[in-house]
């Protein structure tokens, strides 16, 4: 599976965005589709995963009440609404996917990765 994310951009503080992973050469149908993202000099770090099923979800601390993940199997894609954004949340959002959903929140246990997109949130 091939995945490709799009939908970052400029925001100012407060904003909403819509980011999605979309799959190519391939389906979620057995994956667990994570999002995570990495600012300038800082790790990268886990924001969502919804499982295959879609009823497995997890977000990270600080996203909780903010942001939504969900999926829409017909298109094979996955999407993270994101709202109330803070300058903060600014960094390159990556999606991934694997098969297993042991260590969803590690970056290391994932081994298919996107291209990223750009999120800036100005203040």
């Known amino acids: 599976v091939q995945l490709q994310a799009s939908g970052g951009g400029l925001v100012q503080n407060g904003g909403s965005l819509r980011l999605s992973c979309a799959a190519s050469?391939?389906?979620?149908?057995?994956?667990?589709v994570a999002w995570f993202r990495q600012a300038p000099e800082k790790e990268r770090e886990f924001v969502a995963s919804i499982s295959s099923s879609g009823g497995t979800i997890y977000y990270g601390d600080y996203v909780k009440g903010r942001f939504t993940i969900s999926k829409d199997s017909t298109k094979k894609t996955v999407y993270l609404q994101m709202s109330s954004l803070k300058p903060e949340d600014t960094a390159v959002y990556y999606c991934?996917?694997?098969?297993?959903?042991?260590?969803?929140?590690?970056?290391?246990?994932?081994?298919?990765w996107g291209q990223g997109t750009e999120v800036t949130v100005s203040s």
């Open positions: 050469r391939g389906t979620f149908s057995d994956s667990v």
């Open positions: 991934a996917a694997k098969t297993n959903g042991r260590d969803y929140y590690r970056a290391r246990s994932y081994y298919n």
